[in-house]
């Protein structure tokens, strides 16, 4: 296996929830149990999902984000100038066989001043730190993620007339949590971010465009925040960024190969590596990965975190020698392309189908990558 992150065998981070812990936060989230009694439960489901995850031969170990009811949301909401609203809109996430799953996500609204007032995932990080033996790695969302869903529209303009000013104040705000991580030792982190897959997708191009935005020029943009919310990390820490066309109870939203943004994605965002999806014809072809430069590393999310069955090795290896026509074979790396719960609810598929396809992952990266 690669020594430093991103590994050959990978993973984008959210685990399945134990039952235990989703009934401890039912009880916290009605009032029934306080928050030390919720967290001694999330600890000690830390515990075991780490010690799966090193069992099973990942060499990055995350929390399974089961401290978090969404990816992004339990984050963003912990910056001061943030409000989140409950059922504003539907969004229509669609199964491979043709039916929707109906949900209404939490949408965010910037009401005053963003701010860091106080470390996000500190002591999270340092819980998990103290409990690996590995790399620990922490997730957290892009920040094109209090962007783009709502646009101007979602953002005051009482307090931000001018949008650069929101925008120097968000990545201000990312660039205390991230130095703060590092001081805790973090050396391993992942933003996450659907947008950018999102402006792959033909109809949400149209509609982005519907609304008064032009999707290459937020490409642009997007790639230009996470720059400046990394810009001051340390020189040994890895980032990665994770690309998500929607993953919600093996739903999915967007669709369309990566061709509209991979030039500027792959080229202008300085970032150490980029977890893309790649686990059907929803995710077109290989082709993009021609404009991957010397340097960074591209993690196939060739696996799929959605479906239950086991993906055979001739097929992942197969689909690996594909990529390696594009894309220098030591600068990939293999995946699921998402995590197995982006948010609390989960995948359809069982606790034993997790760790059956993460092993085959690990098994299949050290066949191909002879690990190294």
């Known amino acids: 296996m690669a020594k430093i992150p991103p590994f050959r065998a990978d993973h984008v981070g959210s685990f399945l929830r134990p039952r235990r812990l989703a009934e401890a936060r039912e009880k916290f989230f009605a009032g029934k149990m306080p928050a030390d009694a919720l967290r001694a439960v999330e600890d000690e489901c830390i515990r075991e999902v780490v010690g799966k995850q090193e ?22 909401e912990k910056l ?41 995932q500190g002591a999270d990080c340092d819980f998990l730190k103290a409990n690996v033996t590995r790399t620990p790695k922490v997730c957290i969302p892009s920040p094109s993620m209090l962007h783009f869903r709502g646009g101007r529209k979602a953002i005051s303009e009482a307090v931000y007339p001018d949008m650069e000013k929101f925008y120097d104040d968000l990545t201000a705000a990312y660039r205390a ?51 400046d919310a990394i810009r001051d990390r340390p020189k040994d820490m890895t980032v990665t960024v994770h690309l998500c066309r929607g993953n919600f109870k093996s739903a999915w939203v967007a669709q369309g190969g990566y061709e509209p943004v991979a030039d500027i994605l792959l080229n202008e965002m300085k970032i150490d590596g980029f977890f893309l999806e790649y686990d059907d014809e929803r995710s077109g072809d290989f082709a993009p990965l021609r404009f991957l430069p010397k340097g960074k590393q591209v993690v196939l999310g060739i696996m799929s975190s959605k479906h239950s069955e086991v993906e055979s090795k001739d097929e992942l290896k197969q689909r690996i020698a594909e990529a390696a026509a594009y894309a220098p074979l030591d600068q990939l790396a293999l995946s699921h392309q998402c995590g197995f719960s ?31």
């Not at 069992?55 to 963003?76: A, M, N, S, W």
């Not at 039916?99 to 860091?116: C, D, L, S, W, Y």
């Not at 950018?196 to 949400?204: E, K």
Request: charged share 30%.
């Open 55 to 76: 069992q099973v031969g990942l060499k990055g170990i995350t929390d399974g984000e089961f401290r978090r009811t969404y990816f992004h949301v339990d984050f963003l």
């Open 80 to 120: 001061d100038g943030v409000d989140v609203h409950y059922g504003e809109f539907v969004a229509r996430f669609r199964k491979d066989d043709g039916t929707e799953v109906g949900f209404k996500p939490p949408t965010m609204h910037v009401n005053a001043p963003i701010r860091h007032a106080r470390s996000i």
């Open 177 to 227: 949590e991230i130095a703060d991580l590092a001081k805790r030792g973090l050396r391993y982190l992942q933003l996450d971010d659907t947008n950018l897959a999102y402006l792959c997708d033909p109809a949400i191009r149209q509609s982005t465009r519907d609304r008064g935005d032009d999707p290459d020029t937020l490409t642009h943009l997007y790639c230009r925040l996470i720059n």
């Open 342 to 372: 982006s948010t609390a609810h989960g995948n359809d598929i069982s606790d034993d189908d997790q760790w059956r396809k993460l092993a085959r992952c690990v098994e299949v990266a050290n066949e191909v990558w002879g690990g190294k």
